[in-house]
Nanobody, 115 residues
Framework: QVQLVESGGGLVQPGASLRLSCQAS????????MGWYRQAPGKERDLVAG???????KYGDSVKGRFTISTDGANNWVYLQMDDLKPEDTAVYYC?????????WGQGTQVTVSS
């Protein structure tokens, strides 16, 4: 059974850093891309950062220069390094894996940025 397990969320002050981790397990094959999305209360789920199997990356405009996505392809890990966090980064962050057959989502991890 496919599982995406996220970790690393929490409560931090503005300007702090967090690193989110997500491991895909259970026999996922033909991964085309991995990424992170976020959803704040009352808002749609938006792309934060994504990386293709060829290493191409894409970032949401609001996080460019502050967030960095990386992977450990051998073990199906995807990470999101978040620096200089702002209150507007507060949201539930979801890991997503896209394959040639379907997409998988994690359960989400809460990130709260507040003084």
């Amino acid at each position: 059974q496919v599982q995406l397990v996220e970790s690393g969320g929490g409560l931090v002050q503005p300007g702090a850093s967090l690193r989110l981790s997500c491991q895909a397990s259970g026999g996922i094959y033909s991964i085309n891309a991995m990424g992170w999305y976020r959803q704040a209360p009352g808002k749609e789920r938006d792309l934060v950062a994504g990386v293709t199997s060829r290493g191409l990356t894409k970032y949401g405009d609001s996080v460019k220069g502050r967030f960095t996505i990386s992977t450990d392809g051998a073990n199906n890990w995807v990470y999101l390094q978040m620096d200089d966090l702002k209150p507007e980064d507060t949201a539930v962050y979801y890991c997503k894996v896209e394959t040639g057959f379907t997409n998988y989502w994690g359960q989400g991890t809460q990130v709260t940025v507040s003084s």
